[in-house]
Nanobody, 114 residues
Framework: VQLVESGGDLVQPGDSLRLSCYGDGFPFSSYTLSWYRQAPQKEREFVADILNTDRTDYADPVKGRFRIFRDNAEKAVYLQMNNLKEEDTAVYFC?????????WGQGTRVTVSS
């Protein structure tokens, strides 16, 4: 099983960034896919998820700025992040859950700083 994130970068406040996560080794289209993040010296927190029905949910701090979407043919889930703020600085993790199993990616770092 693999979950591999990419797309993290150093950006300025107000910029946009798209994170990607590619999965393999499990029935990708059947799983709920999520993004979590962990800021320095803070606990990991939920950011957004998308069900296999394409229903989405977002944490309040990112509503209206972030969008999660998936491409099952590509076995990928994306997080489009707009109007980034310094408080969005964190390592972002991809998560897959289904059939009583769950998997985590290794994380990709996003730094928002002027």
């Amino acid at each position: 099983v693999q979950l591999v994130e990419s797309g993290g970068d150093l950006v300025q406040p107000g910029d946009s960034l798209r994170l990607s996560c590619y999965g393999d080794g499990f029935p990708f289209s059947s799983y709920t896919l999520s993004w979590y993040r962990q800021a320095p010296q803070k606990e990991r927190e939920f950011v957004a998820d998308i069900l296999n029905t394409d229903r989405t949910d977002y944490a309040d701090p990112v509503k209206g700025r972030f969008r999660i979407f998936r491409d099952n043919a590509e076995k990928a889930v994306y997080l489009q992040m707009n109007n980034l703020k310094e408080e969005d600085t964190a390592v972002y993790f991809c998560h897959a859950k289904g059939y009583s199993r769950e998997y985590w990616g290794q994380g990709t770092r996003v730094t928002v700083s002027s």
